[in-house]
């Protein structure tokens, strides 16, 4: 299995500042024969389901605020909001789909404002 | 718009089973491979089961592997996962979520529904 482990757990970032979550994969992620990252961002704020905001690591999904960045490649990644605002406030994992549909995830990273 | 309900959970006891369904709207049902995720309480995500549009092809977690069985019912746009031997270990919120693409993507997800496996 690929083991995803995020860092930090917890974060508390003030309004209007940046807020970075790292995600490492045991092994590479990037597939290639078609150099993709097989890598996404979720958010999932509290009683809602998980939302899908970044996949191949970097694409954002159609209506995603563009202070959601992701980068990185291989076997480190990371989300990157530039400037929070307080409905950011929720639980992000990052998940490799590169053994799909044996996909794993990221423990999670909770978000909060400082 | 995508809607993904789930429905079946409960409390069971140790070595019972449960249905839990997972009825979707909003997307050509068929066309999709579907999959169950789960969550227990103060864990992380785990995936569970996968199957693809036309139901011909399933896979599992081993940690579930020989006690679930995934399925669907393309004619009432229902996925299943009919869960047996239930465990302690299987006390989790169970979610299903519909792919994308020919990698699978998990790209919507329902609200979930929760099992209690307890005596």
């Known amino acids: 299995d690929i083991v995803m482990t995020q860092s930090p757990d917890s974060l508390a970032v003030s309004l209007g500042e940046r807020a970075t979550i790292n995600c490492k994969s045991s092994?590479?992620?990037?597939?290639?024969?078609?150099?993709?990252?097989?890598l996404a961002w979720y958010q999932r704020k509290p009683g809602q389901p998980p939302k899908l905001l970044i996949s191949?690591?970097?694409t954002r999904e159609s209506g995603v605020p563009d202070r959601f960045s992701g980068s990185g490649s291989g076997t480190d990644f990371a989300l990157t909001i530039s400037s929070l605002q307080a409905e950011d406030v929720a639980v992000y994992f990052c998940?490799?789909?590169?053994?799909?549909?044996?996909?794993?995830f990221g423990q999670g990273t909770k978000l909060e404002i400082k | 718009e995508v809607q993904l309900l789930e429905s079946g959970g409960g409390l069971v006891q140790p070595g019972g089973s449960l249905r839990l369904s997972c009825a979707a709207s909003g997307f050509t049902f068929s066309n999709y491979a579907m999959s169950w995720v789960r969550q227990a309480p103060g864990k992380g995500l785990e995936w569970v089961s996968a199957?693809?549009?036309?139901?011909?092809?399933?896979y599992y977690a081993d940690s579930v592997k020989g006690r679930f069985t995934i399925s669907r019912d393309n004619s009432k746009n229902t996925l299943y996962l009919q869960m047996n031997s239930l465990r302690a270990e299987d006390t989790a919120l169970y979610s299903c979520?519909?792919?994308?693409?020919?990698?699978?993507?998990?790209?919507?997800w329902g609200q979930g529904t929760l099992v209690t496996v307890s005596s």
């Open positions: 191949w690591a970097s």
């Open positions: 979520a519909k792919t994308r693409g020919d990698q699978w993507l998990l790209s919507y």
């Open positions: 092994r590479s992620v990037l597939y290639s024969s078609n150099n993709k990252n097989y």
């Open positions: 199957i693809s549009g036309s139901g011909n092809n399933t």
């Open positions: 998940q490799q789909y590169y053994t799909t549909p044996e996909y794993t």
